[in-house]
Structures are given as C-alpha cells and as structure tokens.
C-alpha cells in the first residue's frame, strides 16, 4: 500500500516562492508515475506536472513549467515541487498523486490514472 505525505504548503505573497514535498512510502513498483495537481474550492482538480520514478522523466502543463520545477529525491521516496514567482490565482490546495503504471501509458493529466492521493496542501498566495 502507497502512502503519500504532503508538507510545504502556506502563505506568501505574489511573486513569492514555496517549495512543496511529498513523501512516498510503499512498494517502489506501485508507484512509477508521481503527479502534483491543485484544485480550488470545488472544482475539479487541475493537472500540474507528473514525474517518472523509473527515468526521471518530467510532464508539464506548459503554462507553469517556466515558474514550477520538479524533482525527486535519490531514493525516489520524496517529491518536490519548487513554486516560483507565485500569483495569486496558483492559491490552491495541492495533492500529490501516484500511479501504477508508467508516465507515458495513458493520460497522465486526469486523475483518474492515478492510484493513490495524499491528503493535500494548502497554498494561498496574496496580492
């Protein structure tokens, strides 16, 4: 069974940075693709970016790739995602997800690929 940690989450104001981290416990296998998505009040969760645990490979929304970064640790157990140049429409609550199945089989955008979800973060970001 995967279990995922989010931390990192918190006030700042616009153009700030944060730096959100999950940590992933359980088998490696069952976890190959790893994901941020957001989501605001009741809406449907938004796709962030996913990583592969295997290849390091990264999957972007391009419209945050230049202000977002990702990464993984050596032990691929943790999950970071470094949020610059903040605005105030990036408030969200932040989950992590992971997958099963490889990055690149079937869409890694929607939630439904995903196996397992942490129990978010909260980012607020003021103007």
């Known amino acids: 069974q995967v279990q995922l940690v989010e931390s990192g989450g918190g006030s700042v104001q616009a153009g700030g940075s944060l730096t959100l981290s999950c940590v992933a416990s359980?088998?490696?296998?069952?976890?190959?693709?790893m994901a941020w998505f957001r989501q605001v009040g009741g809406k449907r969760r938004e796709w962030v970016v996913s990583?592969?645990?295997?290849?390091?490979?990264?999957y972007w929304d391009s419209s945050l790739k230049d202000r977002f970064t990702v990464s993984q640790d050596n032990a691929k157990t943790m999950v970071s995602l470094q949020m610059n140049s903040l605005k105030p429409e990036d408030s969200a609550m932040y989950y992590c997800a992971a997958a099963f199945s490889e990055c690149f089989l079937g869409s890694r955008d929607i939630e439904a690929k995903y196996n397992y979800w942490g129990q978010g973060t909260q980012v607020t970001v003021s103007s």
């Open positions: 990583i592969s645990t295997t290849s390091g490979s990264t």
């Open positions: 359980g088998p490696s296998a069952s976890r190959k693709c």
